[in-house]
Nanobody, 124 residues
């Protein structure tokens, strides 16, 4: 059974930083595509950053240069370092896994397994 458990969310002021973690079980982070997504109230879920088994990475244009996705294969954990946070970055952040994806993808529909999410609040 695949389980993805996010942590690290919280409330910060604009310009601040947060580091999200996603601990995976029943799923090998190093072997498949993993991603971070977010959803603000009243908006659709959107891809933020993804990384595949070959460490190819994709970022949404809105976070390029500010967010960094990484993984620790030994800990089977995915990370998202978020710097220079803006109020528009606020939302529920989800970790997701795409076992059938051939390469890094930001498409929500490609992801089969999802965590419960961790809330990020950014005040101006």
């Amino acid at each position: 059974q695949v389980q993805l458990v996010e942590s690290g969310g919280g409330s910060v002021q604009a310009g601040g930083s947060l580091r999200l973690s996603c601990a995976a079980s029943g799923y090998t982070v190093s072997r498949y595509c993993m991603g971070w997504f977010r959803q603000a109230p009243g908006k659709e879920r959107e891809g933020v950053a993804t990384i595949d088994s070959a460490d190819r990475i994709s970022y949404a244009d809105s976070v390029k240069g500010r967010f960094t996705i990484s993984k620790d294969n030994a800990k089977n954990t995915l990370y998202l370092q978020m710097n220079s946070l803006k109020p528009e970055d606020a939302g529920m952040y989800y970790c997701a896994a795409a076992p059938d994806a051939r390469w890094s993808t930001l498409f929500v529909s490609e992801y089969k397994y999802w965590g419960q999410g961790t809330q990020v609040t950014v005040s101006s």
